[in-house]
């Protein structure tokens, strides 16, 4: 078989994409406008998440959003703008946010997340983990009595999708967690959770697929498209045109505008959030925690230590606002009040952008406005959990086999 796909978008899920069409024998090109050295996929939290399958529009999170929305400090901030396309994501944002979505879409959201974590383990065999892959759980840690009660709701909410989870007090954390101090009231350990360091992931799958023969044009912006009729034939770039038989589109928050040459009008806003990362810490956590009451990631990779957070809804090129690191700080400290760390300079905060469809679930799957094009984006806060096992669905759709699992619900044109 010699057909070639061209992937637009070098992020984790243009890789992985890259990397299950590579192993079916396709010709591939990966096109990224930067060099895969950086971006969304490298400085994040490095969950493998199956415990995550409550989609983020959930009930009361519209009332939250209103509420935070009045301080640029708060977990979850949209900045107020007059903007068509934020309006109508809003809208449907606050449409899906009700009990009754949500209880159609977890299933479908577990179905992916599942299936993701197998082939994640499976992508580790077979390039070696050089990527600090740990596959020990990651701990819920609460404070507050309110938090813990909906924790416990949550972790039998898991149980019904075979999730196992330990529900634990805080002395039996500490036990687990002897070289830093804790002040909780107590957590729940999802065992099947695993973490890695997302840029050595990266990484990895870089150097794999450079050595498999996929091509990757690197500092080459797409800007169109050339069509016969109804059929994409090739990608005009800022550095020549790639010629393809299948297009994947996989350009994470910038979706919707590699989109709209096609035509095609996609809902989906950046999420920013800030990461910092501490290296060789002197003393580290041994298990990854969310922090449920202030919504922050931590993250022990090796004996480097990442915490990160924070949603902002501010379009693609907003400033960093330093305050919303240092509330991730925050709460790191209080949670963890001897850790050996101090507030980083300016220039070590990152922040990436999570590209966020209305309901929380991915687009996967066919645009009927051409037909050979295959979408894969809108990944929001899951993208790594969910990269390998959408890498795997791509090539099923693109060789047009029966899907691993059920994609309806990702449909790519669901909020026509
Ligand atoms: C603070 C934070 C913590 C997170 N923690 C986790 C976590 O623990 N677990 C998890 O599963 N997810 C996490 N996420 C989410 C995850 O990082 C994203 O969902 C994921 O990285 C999105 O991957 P992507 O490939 O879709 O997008 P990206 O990584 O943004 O890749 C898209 C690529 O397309 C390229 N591109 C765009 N337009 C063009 C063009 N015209 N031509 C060429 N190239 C183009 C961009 O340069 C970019 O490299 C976190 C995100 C943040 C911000």
Same mark, same amino acid.
Do not use: A, K, P
């Given at each position: 078989m010699s057909k070639e796909v061209a992937i637009i978008g070098g992020g984790v899920i243009g890789l992985c994409c890259a990397f299950y069409l590579q192993q079916e024998g396709y010709e591939v090109t990966v096109i990224e #406008? $930067? /060099?895969?050295?950086?971006?969304t996929s490298f400085g994040n939290a490095g969950y493998i998440s199956p415990s995550h399958f409550i989609p983020l529009a959930s009930p009361g999170i519209v009332a939250k959003g209103l509420r935070w929305m009045l301080s640029s400090s708060s977990t979850f901030y949209i900045k107020p703008r007059l903007d068509r396309s934020l309006f109508q994501w809003g809208i449907q944002f606050w449409k899906k946010a009700n009990a009754r979505t949500v209880a159609l879409h977890m299933p479908h959201l577990n179905n992916i997340l599942h299936l993701s974590r197998e082939l994640t383990s499976e992508i580790k065999n077979v390039?070696?983990?050089?990527?600090?892959? #740990?596959?020990?759980g990651c701990f819920m840690l609460y404070k507050n009595p309110d938090t813990e009660k909906h924790e416990l709701e949550l972790a039998r909410e898991a149980a019904h999708f075979g999730i196992e989870t330990k529900i634990m007090s805080a002395a039996e954390v500490q036990a687990v967690e002897p070289d830093v101090q804790l002040n909780i009231r107590g957590g729940v350990l999802y065992p099947s959770d695993c973490h890695l360091h997302p840029g050595d992931f990266m990484r990895t799958l870089k150097d794999h697929l450079l050595q498999k023969g996929v091509h990757l044009k690197l500092n080459t912006r797409a800007t169109g498209f050339e069509k016969n009729i109804n059929t994409v034939t090739g990608v005009i770039t800022d550095n020549g045109k790639v010629d393809c038989d299948q297009l994947v589109l996989a350009? $994470?928050?910038?979706l919707p505008v590699m989109a709209r040459q096609l035509g095609i009008h996609l809902l989906l806003q950046a999420g920013k959030g800030y990461s910092i990362t501490f290296e060789n810490i002197e003393r580290n956590l041994r298990y990854p925690a969310i922090l449920v009451d202030d919504r922050v990631a931590m993250t022990p990779m090796g004996g480097d230590l990442r915490m990160g957070g924070t949603m902002e809804i501010?379009?693609? /090129?907003s400033p960093l606002l330093i305050k919303r690191a240092q509330a991730i700080f925050k709460a790191a400290r209080n949670y963890y009040p001897d850790l050996p760390v101090s507030f980083p300079a300016r220039e070590q905060i990152w922040s990436g952008l999570r590209p966020l469809s209305p309901d929380g679930l991915p687009y996967i799957g066919r645009h009927?406005?051409? /037909?050979?094009l295959t979408i894969a984006g809108g990944h929001a806060m899951l993208g790594l959990s969910l990269a390998a096992g959408t890498g795997k669905l791509v090539e099923e759709i693109v060789s047009g086999k029966k899907t691993s699992i059920d994609i309806s619900a990702f449909d790519v044109e669901r909020y026509r």
């Open positions: #406008q $930067g /060099d895969i050295s950086s971006g390039t070696g983990n050089h990527f600090r892959m #740990q596959e020990i350009t $994470g928050s910038w501010s379009g693609l /090129d009927s406005t051409c /037909d050979n």
